[in-house]
């Protein structure tokens, strides 16, 4: 099968490594995958077969939109588009029309009620990642949606197993956005100077200035590291003592399935993706004083978050489910 992905960057965050490890799958089960995107760092994670075309297909702009069908239209050649996130949906639909091969989407998070997912119920399919996207997505989508969870490898690390107190490395990865609540983590931390704690920030993004300033004005900023992105937040995994994940709002949480796979102890906000892995109460979300308190629990050798493993799905198994609903298409 020859498949087109349509990803608007390729820089980090969780669409972008599912991408990457569902075109390693695709290759390995020797279908030709072409990848259209605005380009990025973790190209250099794709398998050498993937054929990279280098578009502005991460602009909100009808001009530069039409232009990207019509130089994808002139190389053509595929039995399938599949698209990820918004902007790539608008593409893959017009692309789809001009060259009449069918196309899906994949929805990674609960987007806006608006004008911006028109192209959802004109999909020939739609896979979801998580329940909460698709309850979130309702009225939106096509008949043909099926939900298929974002699944994790294998990982190249094991936890050490050292909590707190003697380990004392708290540790965030993700996108530096508001969405992803590392403002309430910091504020909390902020009110526990008096214990002994660090906390290393994996990623890079729009609040990273903001963020570097709070910790400033909190006075933390000497326990904080902020780190960029890393292609080795496994290793940080297996050597920190607690992940700290405070997202106000995820499709399905990648970094959090990656940590328990490590066996990470995981201190969590309570969003619905979450909750099939959850066996008790999370953390409120946006609550600082609730992050203060769970966060003093596991200083002083508490548990984390309840979460578990057992309920994680593989990576190879979310690759052939997708595999049998490609199969569906054409």
Not at 76 to 91: E, F
Not at 98 to 116: D, E, F, Q, R, V
Not at 145 to 173: A, D, M, S
Not at 281 to 287: E, Q, R
Request: one cysteine or more.
């Amino acid at each position: 099968m020859k498949i087109l992905h349509i990803v608007p960057e390729f820089e980090e965050g969780g669409v972008e490594r599912y991408v990457v490890q569902l075109c390693r799958e695709q290759v390995n089960h020797g279908h030709k995958i072409t990848l259209a995107t605005a380009g990025g760092k973790l190209e250099k994670f794709l398998p050498d077969s993937v054929r990279i075309l280098h578009l502005p297909v991460q602009r909100k702009n009808l001009i530069t939109g039409l232009c990207c069908v019509r130089k994808l239209a002139k190389i053509g050649g595929w039995d399938l588009i599949h698209a990820h996130s918004r902007v790539p949906a608008w593409i893959a639909w017009l692309l789809s029309k001009k060259i009449k091969i069918k196309w899906l989407m994949t929805a990674h998070a609960p987007y806006s009620l608006n004008l911006g997912i028109k192209p959802l119920k004109h999909a020939d399919g739609v896979i979801c990642v998580s329940e909460a996207v698709k309850e979130a997505l309702e009225g939106y989508l096509p008949e043909n949606t099926v939900t298929i969870p974002n699944g994790v490898r294998e990982p190249l690390y094991k936890w050490q197993g050292k909590k707190f107190p003697e380990n004392k490395k708290f540790l965030f990865v993700g996108y530096l956005a508001r969405r992803k609540g590392l403002d309430t983590a910091l504020n909390a931390l902020g009110l526990l100077k008096n214990h002994e704690w660090t906390l290393d920030v994996l990623g890079d993004g729009s609040q990273r200035k903001d963020l570097e300033n709070l910790t400033e004005e909190l006075g933390i900023d000497d326990r904080v590291t902020f780190w960029g992105f890393r292609d080795d937040a496994e290793k940080f995994m297996s050597e920190a003592a607690c992940l700290l994940f405070p997202s106000r709002q995820e499709g399905l949480p990648l970094t959090v399935n990656e940590a328990l796979a490590v066996g990470l102890p995981v201190l969590a906000s309570d969003i619905e993706p979450l909750k099939p892995l959850a066996t008790g109460k999370l953390v409120p979300v946006n609550n600082i004083a609730a992050w203060r308190s769970a966060i003093l629990k596991v200083l002083s050798g508490g548990e984390a978050s309840p979460l578990s493993v057992d309920k994680l799905t593989t990576f190879s198994e979310t690759a052939r489910r997708t595999e049998e609903f490609y199969k569906t298409l054409i």
